[in-house]
């Protein structure tokens, strides 16, 4: 039986666009019959087609608002014409806009990528979080990228048929290297020599960067040669720095991994997020990590022996932990180490979508609400 998926999701650049990219290429050399509903800007709909999967134009935006009748109408039309066996969403507006327009007529998974009300505050997370609790009732499996994401769902009285699948990265790419090896690899970056932390990811507000470009003078203070590079799509959420400021942004670059072997610390200043893909792959890579106590970073770091996790948004506690993760290589590089032996047994990206796609069969075999 060729199983047919419909995936739907907003996010077209990005930490989700390329988990979805990667995990649609995987579904269509399992043989599965793959759909991808999303915009038809950005990166993913080009990865799509290139994998061999359909792609259907679906105008969404990020927020809720004015735009979300229309958006649930066309993904109800789609989903008609398409007759999956299984509906996959992530995030959240294809998360509301699918399980609204299809109501468990198809077996669904949910896969919330970072819960919505993290983001907002006040009301509006009120309702984001009743809305969740009402609209696990239109879901067959609410998949979590986390232990902690979970958690979090539960605490706010989300009653679901939970699943947990970490995020996973391809250890052919992401993975340990020897020390001549990253001598060579940062002699060619184009950053000044001088100790190298690295912050990869969108720049947005989730991801934190501009509060490591406001607390990198305080950085430099203490370690004056420090060199920060910015690894990511979009503009940043600060001004430009200037060329003495030692910041360096980099725009959306296809050579992660060369800036993870390179860097003498990985730093993930996260507000809010459900297991960070710069995480994972910092981790797989082996390297010296500093990260905020975001969902997902204990379950990585643990606490930390693995890693330094920080408090979220405490400016002071950002600049010791960098300047010490620079300064002391004896001990971050112990940290390091045992990092990377726990990421070869935890993330590699074939397991997590091996139970993916296990998931994904027992709901098509039945085709019909699983419980």
């Not at 996010?11 to 050399?29: F, I, K, M, N, S």
């Not at 259907?56 to 398409?82: C, M, N, Q, Y």
Request: aromatic share 4%; charged share 25%.
């Amino acid at each position: 039986m060729v199983v047919r998926v419909l995936h739907a999701a907003q996010p077209t650049t990005g930490g989700v666009a390329h988990y979805l990219g990667a995990l649609v290429e995987d579904q269509v050399r399992r043989g599965y019959d793959v759909i991808v509903a999303c915009p038809p800007e950005g990166n993913l709909s080009v990865d799509v087609r290139r994998s061999g999967a359909r792609h259907i134009a679906w105008p969404a935006r990020r927020s809720p608002g004015l735009t979300v009748g229309p958006e649930t109408f066309r993904l109800k039309r789609i989903t008609g014409a398409v007759a999956p066996a299984v509906v996959h969403l992530h995030s959240s507006k294809a998360g509301l806009a699918g399980r609204l327009s299809d109501r468990r007529r198809h077996p669904t998974i949910f896969q919330p990528h970072g819960w919505s009300w993290l983001a907002v505050s006040g009301a509006v997370a009120a309702a984001s979080r009743a809305w969740e609790r009402a609209g696990a009732g239109w879901c067959d499996r609410l998949l979590c990228v986390s232990d902690a994401e979970r958690d979090l769902g539960i605490s706010a009285g989300i009653r679901a048929h939970w699943e947990v699948v970490r995020t996973g990265v391809d250890l052919a790419r992401f993975h340990p290297v020897d020390d001549t090896q990253r001598a060579a690899v940062r002699a060619g970056l184009p950053v000044p020599g001088g100790p190298l932390a690295v912050c990869v990811g969108r720049m947005t507000e989730a991801k934190g960067q501009d509060l490591l470009a406001d607390a990198w003078p305080s950085v430099r203070a203490r370690v004056p040669d420090a060199q920060l590079a910015l690894v990511g799509e979009g503009e940043p959420r600060f001004p430009r720095p200037g060329s003495g400021s030692g910041i360096h942004v980099l725009g959306g670059r296809g050579d992660v991994e060369r800036w993870y072997a390179a860097a003498d610390a990985v730093v993930v200043p996260s507000r809010w997020d459900a297991m960070s893909l710069s995480l994972v792959e910092a981790a797989a890579c082996g390297r010296p990590v500093v990260a905020t106590d975001v969902p997902g970073a204990r379950e990585v770091l643990g606490d930390s022996e693995r890693g330094v996790v920080i408090r979220t948004g405490d400016r002071d506690a950002l600049v010791d932990a960098v300047v010490a993760t620079l300064t002391d290589p004896e001990r971050s590089g112990a940290r390091a180490a045992a990092l990377g032996a726990w990421a070869a047994d935890h993330v590699d990206r074939r397991a997590a979508f091996d139970a993916i796609a296990a998931l994904t069969e027992r709901l098509a075999e039945r085709r019909q609400p699983v419980r």
